[in-house]
């Protein structure tokens, strides 16, 4: 489904990708590790539209997108959630989650909203309390979910843990696994290693701009260099 080949990509003169390739096949959960700054949020960008390659290909559902605006790749359905919780704080769950679906006819967004709610009972709950209101871990279900509005066919997802404590992040991974289970593909960027494995069937290691191990689930979480890696 997406295919990367070769990619480099430059902040003016420096290199922040190098040589970058990988796979995420239809249905497919797929976890991308490493540290800070390793390049994971460059990568997904670059898969959004929203910085240039300078060399190399990317390819969804066999079409080159690489040099496609923001807005044409999501149109194709690559609908990325980025790092932090961007919600409208002063808005309802609701209409958090309209928002979403704004490229929707207004019958089907009522009934994916509807599919939603019905398969998320937490967020149904919640549907009428101002998104201000809610707790860290709760606005991220709010901010995963208002990106499902789109009926996303592969779902970028950047650090959806991050500040989130130890109780926030389970309920975010359980979030997850249903969003998996119910066919989404997912490109997971994520710094908490051993969550993802067990979410994800197969994974990439970067650091320094670089793709330095990949693998499935258990060959990652058994690498010798897993402890330099994935801590």
């Known amino acids: ?52 390659a300078r060399s190399g290909s990317i390819k969804f559902a066999d079409e080159a997108i690489g040099e496609l605006r923001s807005n044409q790749v999501v149109d194709r359905g690559v609908i ?33 909203l509807d599919e939603l709610l019905g398969a998320l009972p937490l967020l149904a709950e919640l549907r009428s309390r101002r998104a201000g209101t809610l707790s860290g871990g709760q606005q991220q279900l709010v901010v995963i979910t208002r ?19 130890p109780v ?27 969550l993802s494995l067990d979410l994800c069937t197969r994974g990439y290691v970067m650091t320094g701009g670089r793709i330095v191990l990949e693998g499935d689930s258990a060959q990652l979480k058994e690498a010798a260099l897993g402890k330099v890696y994935l801590t």
């Open 1 to 52: 489904m997406l295919e990367i080949d070769n990619l480099f990509v430059s902040y003016g003169k420096v290199d922040v990708l190098h040589d970058v390739s990988m796979r995420v096949g239809h249905n497919e959960c797929v976890a991308l590790l490493g540290p800070n700054n390793a390049g994971k949020t460059t990568l997904l960008r670059a898969v959004s539209g929203l910085v240039p």
């Open 80 to 112: 990325q959630i980025p790092e932090g919780r961007h919600i409208f704080s002063d808005l309802s769950v609701e209409e958090n989650l309209l928002v979403g679906g704004a490229r929707l006819k207004p019958r089907a967004r009522r009934r994916r």
């Open 147 to 165: 990106a499902l509005m789109a009926e996303p066919r592969l779902l970028l997802i950047d650090e959806p843990t991050l500040g989130l404590s």
């Open 168 to 194: 926030a992040i389970d309920e975010v991974f359980t979030t997850l696994r249903e969003v998996h289970a119910t066919g989404t593909t997912i490109l997971l960027s994520e710094q908490n290693a051993e």
